[in-house]
């Protein structure tokens, strides 16, 4: 079975813009999260969403949304772009909610670099 | 919240020794515990988690250790190897929907 895939791998932007990344869950995964993991740190939450619902939401500003679709699959949405939004951006999937203590499983991220 | 500290940042071991990574958590509400490898440009990989119900857990080489009352855990390694040689990730979570809370890593570093 296919893991947690992640699009695009690499994305370069400028300040001021707006980005879409996309995550397509495991197969039978129904809960997405996202997380930024900065260089040399563990990553930090940014949103859950389970079965289409957004479930929590960590402390980002509100140029960071997201959403779930039909299919479980998820798009995270970054408006007005600061250099300091550079970081790997993780999706992660479970089974469940993360209240049922499900393992995540991670995709490759994508890497967003701000000029 | 929930808070998560790290130790050591940086350990290395010769081949073959065993490596230790201890966390400690804050919230005493918190009952799941996982442990990510990352390796360099790679996505976090689950090698082995445990829920508070349980105070020890092995899978071959690896081992991790809870202890309620003191709020820590710790990840075990014996035997290692080059290829073990990676970022390690402690997690914790509550019951409730909260999200995983991580660590800020441990870069081990098995030197043959």
């Known amino acids: 079975d296919a893991g947690v895939t992640q699009s695009p791998t690499h994305l370069i932007k400028t300040r001021g813009q707006h980005v879409t990344l996309r995550c397509s869950p495991i197969s039978g995964h129904k809960s997405v999260s996202w997380y930024q993991q900065v260089l040399g740190q563990g990553p930090q939450f940014i949103f859950q969403?389970?079965?289409?619902?957004?479930?929590g939401r960590g402390n980002f500003p509100d140029r960071f949304s997201a959403r779930q679709f039909p299919n479980y699959s998820s798009e995270l949405n970054v408006n007005a772009l600061l250099l300091g939004d550079s970081a790997l951006y993780l999706c992660?999937?479970?089974?469940?909610?993360?209240?049922?203590?499900?393992?995540?499983?991670f995709g490759d991220g994508t890497r967003l670099s701000i000029l | 919240g929930e808070n998560v500290e790290q130790h050591p940042s940086t350990l290395s071991v010769q081949e073959g020794d065993s490596a230790v990574i201890k966390c400690t958590y804050s919230?005493?509400?918190?009952?799941?515990f996982p442990w990510y490898k990352q390796e360099l440009g790679k996505r976090p990989q689950l090698i082995i988690d445990i829920r508070s119900n349980v105070g020890e857990k092995k899978d071959q080489r690896i081992a991790v250790t809870l202890n309620k009352t003191a709020k820590h855990f710790s990840l075990h390694i014996t035997e290692t190897q080059p290829e073990d040689s990676a970022v390690y990730f402690c997690?914790?979570?509550?019951?409730?929907?909260?999200?995983?809370?991580f660590g800020k890593g441990t870069r081990l570093s098995v030197i043959a």
């Open positions: 969403y389970y079965e289409k619902e957004e479930r």
């Open positions: 992660a999937s479970s089974k469940a909610g993360q209240g049922l203590g499900q393992p995540q499983h």
């Open positions: 919230d005493s509400a918190s009952n799941y």
């Open positions: 997690a914790a979570s509550t019951a409730g929907n909260t999200p995983l809370v």
